[in-house]
């Protein structure tokens, strides 16, 4: 999967992904996404190099449930 910016609809609203390096709040180091939801800052998500596109979205889906449980 390549590095650019994703998107990924669920429950009806549109969340941005955007790689870059850096470091999470559990300490991880880059690359990680950043997201964004109406183009405000609402976490970050550690990146995989190896998942594929449907492995990115079903995680980045169980990763927005998570959050906004």
Known sequence: MSPGPRTVRWRNHTFHFETFQGRDL??????????????????????HADETTKEFEVRSVRWLADLLR
Do not use: L
């Not at 991880?28 to 950043?34: A, C, T």
């Open 26 to 47: 559990a300490g991880s180091h880059g690359p990680i996404w950043g997201v964004w939801w109406r183009s405000e800052f609402i976490g970050t998500m550690p990146a």
